[in-house]
């Protein structure tokens, strides 16, 4: 499999037919497969070691699915019971998914077993980490529940593994404030933002 994977190779060998059958008017395989694909060339995944790969949000699977393509080891997490429509589509793309809701009460579910290489949260929706309301729009009395549900997601990854999130930065440029991503992280590691990029690498043993 070529290194440099495109929206098209990610889709071959899917039912494209059924695929586009679960599609809304706001979802289309060409987009997010493209989006998919291009975050595996900016963590250069078609150049590493095979790594075991987390991706929390992984709605139609197609991140997890191009990872697999890529050699790796690739499991999504996402809340099935709001969007049974996942189940299908991760089904048809040929990837596993835990089903699960994350929440500060509840980072990852029970069947998440073990240590990561690379958790990634990309476009992650903010209300998820609680279950309590919160009202829109979510402003910076957030940050406590989302700073301790990533911090508990962090202790997944192996020494030197990375957590790698996008955030919708427009709306929440808040979360984006490396004081607070720093302090969180305290000396585990090194935290690095570059736009709506988030990055927490785990120091080496
Ligand atoms: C905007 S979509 C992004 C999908 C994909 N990561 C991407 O970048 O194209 C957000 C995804 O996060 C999932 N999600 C939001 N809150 C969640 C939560 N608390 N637990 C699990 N999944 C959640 C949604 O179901 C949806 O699949």
Same mark, same amino acid.
């Given at each position: 499999?070529?290194?440099?994977?495109?929206?098209?190779? /990610?889709?071959?060998?899917?039912?494209? =037919?059924?695929?586009?059958?679960?599609?809304?008017? %706001?979802?289309?395989?060409?987009?997010?497969?493209?989006?998919?694909?291009?975050?595996?060339?900016?963590?250069? @995944?078609?150049?590493?070691?095979? @790594? =075991?790969?987390?991706?929390? *949000?992984?709605? %139609?699977?197609? %991140?997890? =699915?191009?990872?697999? @393509?890529? *050699?790796?080891?690739?499991?999504?997490?996402?809340?099935?019971?709001?969007?049974?429509?996942?189940?299908?589509?991760?089904?048809?793309?040929?990837? +596993?998914?835990?089903?699960?809701?994350?929440? $500060?009460?509840?980072?990852?579910?029970?069947?998440?077993?073990?240590? +990561?290489?690379?958790?990634?949260?990309?476009?992650?929706?903010?209300?998820?980490?609680?279950?309590?309301?919160?009202?829109?729009?979510?402003?910076?009395? %957030?940050?406590? $529940? +989302?700073?301790?549900?990533?911090s508990q997601i962090l202790r997944r990854l192996k020494p030197g593994?990375?957590?790698?999130?996008? /955030?919708?930065?427009?709306?929440?440029g808040w979360l984006c404030d490396r004081m607070k991503w720093a302090?969180?992280? *305290?000396? =585990?590691?090194?935290?690095?933002?570059?736009?709506?990029?988030?990055?927490?690498?785990?120091?080496? *043993?």
């Amino acid at each position: 499999m070529n290194s440099r994977l495109t929206a098209t190779d /990610i889709v071959d060998g899917v039912n494209l =037919r059924k695929l586009r059958a679960l599609e809304s008017k %706001f979802t289309h395989w060409q987009t997010y497969a493209a989006e998919a694909a291009g975050h595996t060339r900016r963590l250069r @995944l078609g150049a590493s070691k095979p @790594l =075991r790969v987390l991706d929390l *949000g992984s709605a %139609f699977g197609y %991140f997890c =699915r191009a990872c697999t @393509l890529l *050699g790796h080891d690739a499991e999504g997490v996402d809340d099935l019971a709001v969007a049974p429509v996942y189940r299908v589509a991760t089904g048809l793309l040929g990837v +596993y998914v835990h089903a699960h809701r994350v929440s $500060v009460e509840k980072p990852l579910p029970d069947t998440v077993t073990g240590l +990561y290489d690379l958790i990634t949260m990309h476009c992650f929706g903010l209300p998820c980490c609680s279950r309590q309301e919160f009202k829109r729009p979510i402003g910076a009395e %957030f940050w406590p $529940v +989302y700073a301790e549900t990533i911090s508990q997601i962090l202790r997944r990854l192996k020494p030197g593994g990375l957590f790698d999130s996008i /955030i919708h930065y427009d709306r929440v440029g808040w979360l984006c404030d490396r004081m607070k991503w720093a302090k969180m992280v *305290g000396d =585990r590691g090194t935290g690095s933002i570059e736009g709506n990029i988030v990055q927490v690498k785990i120091r080496e *043993g």
